[in-house]
């Protein structure tokens, strides 16, 4: 019987590079007795392979079944060859076309290999702050453009020393193809700075930063892709210190902790309970901050007024050093100065952190893409993201249908994010922040420079917000790029429906947030959408109320619920000489603009109940309202439940102040009773919704839904009714994930326009 030989040339697309996916197909093939190559080409991976079919056959399946961890490979074409009679397979050099076809490699902490040879005395890279290997280290931080090999990433300055070479080129090394590979002889180092010394070398760098945490002093530390503050957070006046310098008196902190234990997490869980997902969450790859519950009096000055804070691992061999050696959990908070994106470049750090830090811990790895730390909260029974960044963005999303022309998202004026679209594809940004300085505008810029490429694809047209007054607009006109705009809360309202592939039906959608720019022109925040992508109809909305000052109403929560009392014609809490002169202003309606947002309903009940009168960050009102919320039981619902104006779907607030000022109940139970009241509503227009269109599904996005609380009384609630919740998975509910939802509208809109 003849043996059949044949030889067949596949092209994989998905995240192939950066994974350690050539390595795996060499030591494959050579495993399967095929000859043949595969090479980078752009961003996809190329393969020819000849043999036994039956070979061939087992080699296609194991590329997707046994691909390494963090690869996500698809065989996009197959095809026969002829024959070449090769013997062996090698690895290519790579080739830079179609680089629109990549999935970026993300940065990833150390595999267990790594972290073994960190801590081993006899290996030669123990205690190396840049120890990686073809399965983990970083990547996207690095990269300058595709392919991902290292003459195009930060570590081309550093050539290899002749052991990493021969690593590097050994078939059967674990770093075989590791572009980022280094060593002590070769590779980054660490440098401190300090107003006293400057250290070199690195344990004596390492040694030095760690004396500086021990005093109580204030650290920027140059991380994977950005710096970091630290401090001790067991240090009360290190803490006290580190939110004076940086005005930050109120803005809860995250905490990085020591891996102890068989996996990593003793040290946390003393102080916090831990669910399975979270658990894994900290462990994973991306080394991301997870919100976990805990009595936060036992840390004081961490969270403040809250009952839960943000904990992560080590996320890179510097940081597992640094976090060993101190014996305990620091503060880890962005390197930046109040409203600036965080810095990532050495002199960046030197100039926006002096009188912040004390000391400087560098290294001479330089950072090509800035990325913030990612942040997941429990919410309605899942970790959901609220912030994406380093080791899980750039995000990787599919279009329902293929878009005309390749499209770049905008996004929000806060927490901003873009997105850019080609194909069926669309991948979103990290974090880059609110656009509120000239840096940030800069850092805006840098990142649709970036993301175009290194994906290899140019914008033909922008997606833009409604309002008119986003930072960015300036930018957009210049670009002599065709605009289109989408409204705030329909993004928003696509951003969810287009995280269901599978809808293709209308929903009953609430969008509920700050502020955003509505059709009419006014300030919504509080709305209700029937429909679906392109064809949003606008049900109703939370009955408008009255912002004193604008924009420092946003900062000033009192005056939102002051104003609520006197449209209410109740009396207010607040009788001083500037309460009464706002109130004139109020009158005669200068700057007062009105908004339909939850978001600012929120505010006044924090303010009502004496919680939050002024605040010092973005959902702080709200965030404590919760938290007080959050201490009392289940009550019984009072009648205003579910009061309505006599404008269809228009909800009124007003009887809800009688409730909030009742000072016959706790605080904590009239924050709870609000809470209540918001679900009350939602359900009721959900069944309502039901018996008129035949709505069974309902979303809700915007930053109201960072709320885990609501958001858990609205899935019993509305399962209860044989209703399904439809939340965020993979973006954020708040602004960061408009700009998905730009493309998505936008695709809906074009696509019923040349219809």
């Known amino acids: 019987m003849s043996v059949q030989i044949i030889r067949q040339c596949l092209q994989l697309s998905g995240r192939v590079q950066g994974v350690g996916f050539r390595p795996f197909v060499y030591r494959l093939a050579r495993e399967l007795g095929l000859a043949g190559w595969v090479r980078n080409q752009g961003g996809a991976l190329r393969i020819e392979v000849e043999g036994r079919i039956e070979s061939i056959e087992a080699f296609c399946l194991a590329l997707i079944a046994q691909a390494p961890a963090g690869a996500c490979p698809r065989i996009e074409r197959a095809e026969t060859r002829a024959c070449l009679g090769e013997q062996a397979f090698v690895i290519l050099p790579s080739l830079s076309d179609r680089a629109g076809m990549a999935d970026l490699p993300l940065d990833s902490y150390l595999c267990s290999a790594c ?44 050539p290899m020393c002749p052991a990493c070479t021969r690593e590097y080129q050994d078939p059967r090394d674990r770093r075989f193809h590791a572009e980022p590979i280094a060593c002590p002889d070769c590779g980054p180092t660490l440098r401190y700075r300090d107003e006293h010394q400057i250290v070199e070398d690195n344990e004596a760098a390492l040694a030095a930063a760690i004396a500086l945490l021990r005093q109580g002093g204030i650290l920027a530390l140059k991380g994977v892709a950005a710096y970091q503050l630290l401090c001790d957070a067991h240090n009360a006046e290190a803490v006290a210190r580190l939110r004076q310098r940086k005005q930050r008196p109120d803005k809860p902190l995250a905490l990085m902790y020591p891996e102890y234990g068989k996996d990593g997490l003793d040290a946390l869980r003393g102080a916090f309970s831990l669910s399975t997902e979270q658990a894994e969450r900290l462990r994973s790859t991306a080394r991301p901050i997870v919100l976990c519950d805990t009595d936060t009096s036992q840390l004081p000055g961490i969270a403040p007024g ?42 960046q750090a030197e100039a926006a952190l002096l009188g912040i830090a004390d000391g400087f811990l560098h290294h001479n790895r330089p950072i090509r893409q800035r990325a913030d730390d990612p942040v997941y909260r429990p919410i309605a029974g899942r970790l959901r993201p609220l912030r994406m960044g380093r080791g899980d963005a750039p995000v990787e999303l599919r279009l329902p249908r293929p878009i005309p022309q390749p499209t770049l998202a905008l996004g929000g004026q806060m927490k901003n994010t873009v997105a850019l679209a080609w194909e069926d594809r669309c991948v979103l940004s990290p974090h880059i922040g609110d656009l509120d300085s000239p840096r940030a505008l800069q850092e805006f810029q840098a990142s649709i420079a970036a993301l175009q490429r290194l994906y290899g694809i140019e914008a033909e047209q922008l997606v833009v917000d409604a309002h008119p007054g986003y930072g960015y607009w300036p930018w957009a006109r210049q670009s002599g790029l065709p ?7 329909h993004a928003h309202a696509s951003a969810l429906y287009g995280e269901y592939p599978a809808l293709t039906q209308p929903i009953l959608v609430f969008t509920w947030d700050g502020t955003g720019y509505g059709e009419d022109g006014a300030l919504w925040g509080g709305e209700a959408f029937l429909g679906q992508p392109g064809q949003w109809q606008h049900l109703g909305q939370m009955r408008p109320l009255a912002l004193p000052g604008a924009e420092q109403a946003l900062r ?50 924090s303010a009502l109940l004496g919680l ?4 010092s960050f973005e959902g702080q009102a709200a965030m404590w309202l919760e938290a007080l919320a959050e201490t009392a039981p289940h009550l019984p619902q009072p009648a205003w439940a579910s009061p309505e104006t006599d404008t269809p779907w228009q909800w009124d607030w007003q009887p809800l102040l009688i409730n909030l000022l009742d000072s016959q109940q706790s605080p904590a139970a009239r924050a709870r009773q609000f809470h209540q009241a918001l679900a009350g509503y939602i359900l009721q227009k959900a069944l309502e919704a039901r018996a008129s269109h035949g709505i069974r599904q309902v979303g809700l996005s915007g930053g109201v839904f960072q709320n885990r609380l609501l958001c858990q009384m609205l899935q019993q609630g509305l399962t209860a009714q044989g209703i399904e919740v439809l939340f965020h998975q993979q973006v954020p509910c708040n602004d960061a994930g408009l700009a998905w939802g730009q493309i998505i509208q936008s695709l809906h809109q074009s696509t019923a326009q040349t219809g």
Do not use: K
């Open 306 to 347: 809250l009952n839960a804070i943000g904990v992560m691992l080590p996320g890179s061999p510097l940081h597992a050093l640094l976090l060993t050696d101190f014996g305990g959990p620091l503060v880890a908070t962005s390197g930046n100065r109040r409203g600036e994106p965080v810095v990532y470049r050495e002199d």
């Open 483 to 489: 605009i289109h705009t989408v409204l705030h809360h």
């Open 612 to 615: 939050c009168h002024h605040g």
């Open 115 to 158: 972290c073994q040879e960190l801590f081993d005395p006899g290996n030669r890279r123990y205690r190396y702050p840049f120890i990686n290997c073809s399965h983990c280290g970083p990547r996207y931080s690095l990269l300058d453009q595709l392919p991902y090999d290292r003459a195009n990433t930060s570590m081309q300055g550093f």
């Open 556 to 605: 000033e929560p009192w005056r939102v619920a002051a104003a609520l009392c006197w449209q209410a014609g109740l009396p207010s809490p607040w009788q001083d000489d500037t309460a009464r002169m706002l109130q004139q202003a109020w009158r005669q309606g200068i700057n007062c603009p009105r908004s339909s947002s939850v978001g600012r309903l929120f505010d006044a009940a």
